[in-house]
T-cell receptor, first 107, second 115 residues
């Protein structure tokens, strides 16, 4: 059974700080996606990573796919209150979701 | 419409009643998914439709849950004899098979409260 473990579960930091959240598995995934979900809304796709070792940047967000395609990380530079939300990673043929990292940026 | 829509946005029902939730996917998207999200939790896969293939029902928690989809359009998720543990947000997503086959676009969800 494929599982995606996300860490940390919760993270609360001050505006302007940097942070990294992780998505790990013992299984190989052909691709992984990262989503952000804000309260009362559905998740919104941020990025898909496909190639082992791939790095993608989306403004202040940097996504990396592990060389072995078993893990991924999301790094946010100079976090802003607008980054607050639930960050979910997902992958697999039948779309397995991690339980998410709940991020809160304090102004 | 431009995105996935779901109705109703909120539903309050009494324990034991049946409810029907609706999802309108993005036009042209052949795949449709239903998920359940309990308060403060991640997404729990329920069911997956792909074109005219038999749906993958492996995530349905009990036989009180069922879903239908007409062709590549609207889907309805039905919960019979609702229980309090069914209270959750039910999310629908659609995707277009392609190079990144499994990128999903989500609706805003239906918040179900069973009293």
């Amino acid at each position: 059974t494929q599982l995606l473990e996300q860490s940390p579960q919760f993270l609360s930091i001050q505006e302007g700080e940097n942070l990294t959240v992780y998505c790990n598995s013992s299984s190989v995934f052909s691709s992984l996606q990262w989503y952000r979900q804000e309260p009362g809304e559905g998740p919104v796709l941020l990025v898909t990573v496909v190639t082992g070792g791939e790095v993608k940047k989306l403004k202040r967000l940097t996504f990396q796919f592990g060389d072995a395609r078993k893990d991924s990380s999301l790094h946010i530079t100079a976090a802003q209150p607008g980054d607050t939300g639930l960050y979910l990673c997902a992958g697999g043929h039948w779309i397995i979701f991690g339980k998410g990292t709940r991020l809160h940026i304090l102004p | 419409g431009a995105g996935v829509s779901q109705s109703p946005s909120n539903k309050v029902t009494e324990k034991g009643k049946d409810v029907e939730l609706r999802c309108d996917p993005i036009s042209g998207h052949t795949a449709l998914y239903w998920y359940r999200q309990r308060l403060g939790q991640g997404l729990e896969f329920l069911i997956y439709f792909q074109g005219n293939s038999a749906p993958d029902k492996s995530g349905l928690p009990s036989d009180r849950f069922s879903a239908e989809r007409t062709g590549e359009s609207v889907s309805t998720l039905t919960i019979q004899r609702t229980q309090q543990e069914d209270s959750a947000v039910y999310l629908c997503a659609s995707s277009l098979l392609g190079t990144y086959s499994y990128e999903q676009y989500f609706g805003p969800g239906t918040r179900l409260t069973v009293t």
